[in-house]
């Protein structure tokens, strides 16, 4: 989230912005902001990004700082120039808009304003789509538009050739309840990625680019990168598709819960051989530290423990607590991950196998330490 500089906006435009930022179930950002004149005291515009179909618009919102309590005006990108999203019909009348109703005070008018000028943007990308002479694209959008949220638009693929970007979300079930106190403060979703060519008469259909996208945080659980998706058979469909892999995921999420508990139980262990750890994710248990000593050299140990764990291996970094660099931060050593491992012992044998080989490590850690000092 980002909160909008004191004093670059008027009072009344920066409340606004703020509460979008900050309220808004969606991940809208601002690109940059500047002043409609040279001269002026404050800014009054920004460029916004609208995330839609996992991508971002731009828009931009456009005030005027000797006018803040008047509505904005929004100018969409050149290559949307048939989004007319309040255009009056021949017979006067038009959808109701919150710009109608304009409230300076109500710091809520933008997000409302930009979340109902989202929704009308989304049915003009179906519109466009829905007009190719493509009656393959007319096929698949008819078999999964009950799917909720589901959302397309056009874009420009290679050699200047046009595409069409499905965004498909997967799984009805709330990922954010999965793991017990958990921090995440937006809906964490896992989508589909479907980019069709747009296919010419006489042409033969060839099969689109898919791939899996998450929220960002998701990753903390599950990193939908090492998900292996099917293979795209000749002449299938995404509702024949999508069912396949959304039973790859639910599998993949059952295991990802079950590797937190492995985890856990690894970090647990670790105080048996270092005692307990000074700093652990209680969450993910994806991180912990603990402190170690051979003589009077003492340092830290950072481990690092990915979502393939116990498949992969903890990555250790060591941190001196008496070697400190021409910066003044600490030394620490390059990423550790040469030592024995199988993903077939318990936790307690893991650290004891870890705990042996720092007992030798620390020993060129150390010369490695004394060597960065003299090189300064």
């Not at 990168?225 to 059952?254: F, H, N, R, S």
Request: charged share 20%.
């Amino acid at each position: 989230m980002a909160v909008v500089a004191d004093g670059t906006l008027p009072p009344l435009i920066a409340a606004q912005l703020n509460h979008l930022l900050s309220h808004s179930p969606l991940s809208f950002k601002v690109d940059q902001i500047w002043s409609g004149c040279k001269s002026a005291h404050f800014s009054d515009r920004f460029t916004l990004l609208v995330p839609f179909c996992l991508d971002y618009v731009k828009w931009d919102v456009v005030y005027n700082a000797l006018c803040p309590w008047a509505a904005p005006d929004v100018i969409f990108a050149a290559e949307d120039e048939g989004f007319y999203p309040f255009f009056v019909a021949a017979n006067g009348q038009s959808g109701k808009s919150c710009l109608e109703d304009w409230n300076c005070k109500d710091p809520a008018r933008l997000m409302l304003l930009v979340h109902e000028l989202r929704d009308l943007y989304k049915s003009y990308q179906m519109k466009r789509v829905g007009e190719l002479d493509d009656e393959r694209l007319k096929f698949e959008i008819s078999t999964v538009l009950s799917r909720e949220g589901i959302e397309v638009c056009m874009v420009s693929g290679s050699e200047r050739l046009e595409e069409v970007k499905f965004s498909v979300p997967l799984l009805d079930m709330n990922l954010n309840k999965l793991v017990h106190g958990c921090p995440w403060k937006h809906q964490q979703m896992i989508y589909l990625q479907v980019v069709f060519p747009i296919s010419r008469k006489y042409s033969s259909a060839s099969s689109p680019r898919i791939k899996l996208v998450s929220s960002s945080e998701l990753k903390s659980l599950l990193s939908v990168e090492d998900v292996k998706l099917p293979t795209w058979l000749d002449g299938m469909c995404m509702a024949e598709y999508l069912p396949a892999v959304e039973d790859i995921l639910k599998a993949q999420i059952v295991e990802a819960i079950a590797a937190i508990g492995a985890r856990r139980r690894f970090i647990e262990a670790l105080a048996s051989q270092f005692g307990r750890p000074l700093e652990a994710d209680s969450v993910f248990c994806r991180k912990a530290t603990v402190l170690a000593a051979s003589g009077v050299f003492t340092f830290l140990v950072h481990i690092s423990l990915s979502t393939q764990f116990p498949k992969q291996q903890p990555v250790l970094v060591l941190q001196s607590s008496q070697h400190f660099n021409s910066q003044g931060t600490p030394v620490l050593s390059p990423p550790l991950m040469d030592y024995p491992w199988s993903p077939r012992w318990e936790a307690s044998q893991m650290v004891e196998r870890i705990y042996e080989f720092l007992a030798e490590e620390c020993l060129s850690f150390k010369k490695y330490c004394n060597d960065s000092l003299f090189q300064q």
